[in-house]
């Protein structure tokens, strides 16, 4: 299986200020067809996980465009341009290029 | 609006059977796969299978399919997970999920968590 290694593991930030995440994997996530399957999602306290961002870059509807995700073949980022107080939670990336779909073991981002 | 309702979890006991339902409503069902997932209470996440829109094909991850079973009934717009031979392993809150092609999971229910203990 794919293994996704997120980190860091916790994050601590002020509002407003800039962060980044970052997703390894264990193999190319390239898939044959050309596409990338890496997604991010957030889960808020409490909450179900939401889906933030998919095929590495593109943003789903109504998600800010302060969230913004890169990053190619085993390297991935997603990136938060001043973080606001609804933004703090787990964030997970996830991956469908190769069976079964895996997950990053989260990054917890709180308030400083 | 997408909504996703789980229900059928609680306390089981190890070697029992349960099964999990998820009542989809705010789209037409029949026309995406839907997954199952599950948070362990480390907040693991780990992908239980899936099922096509029609039903007629199904995929497990490889550790898990002996023993769970994905079902659906797309004139009751709903998903079923079959458990059986539980173990403490096995206790975790469980998602359904929305499939969309390309995006990945794009909607989440609510959750169900299933405790395993004797």
């Known amino acids: 299986d794919v293994v996704l290694t997120q980190t860091p593991p916790t994050l601590s930030a002020t509002i407003g200020q800039s962060v980044s995440i970052s997703c390894r994997s264990s193999?190319?996530?390239?898939?044959?067809?050309?596409?990338?399957?890496l997604h991010w999602l957030l889960q808020r306290p409490g909450q179900s996980p939401q889906l933030l961002i998919y095929l590495v870059s593109r943003l789903e509807s109504g998600v800010p465009n302060r969230f913004s995700g890169s990053g190619s073949g085993t390297d991935f980022t997603l990136k938060i341009s001043g973080v606001e107080a609804e933004d703090l939670g787990v964030y997970y990336c996830v991956q469908g290029t190769h069976a079964p779909w895996t997950f990053g073991g989260g990054t917890k981002l709180e308030l400083k | 609006e997408v909504q996703l309702v789980e229900s059928g979890g609680g306390l089981v006991q190890p070697g029992a059977s349960l099964k999990l339902s998820c009542v989809a409503s705010?789209?037409?069902?029949?026309?995406?796969?839907m997954s199952w997932v599950r948070q362990t209470p480390g907040k693991t996440m780990e992908w239980i299978g899936d099922?096509?829109?029609?039903?007629?094909?199904?995929n497990y991850a490889p550790s898990l399919k002996n023993r769970f079973t994905i079902s659906r009934d797309n004139a009751k717009s709903t998903l079923y997970l079959q458990m059986s031979n539980v173990r403490s392993e096995d206790t975790a809150t469980y998602y359904c999920t929305r499939r969309t092609r390309g995006i990945g999971f794009d909607y989440w229910g609510q959750g169900v968590m299933v405790t395993v203990s004797s």
């Open positions: 705010g789209f037409t069902f029949s026309d995406y796969w």
């Open positions: 099922i096509k829109y029609d039903g007629s094909y199904t």
């Open positions: 193999q190319s996530l390239l898939h044959s067809n050309g596409n990338t399957y």
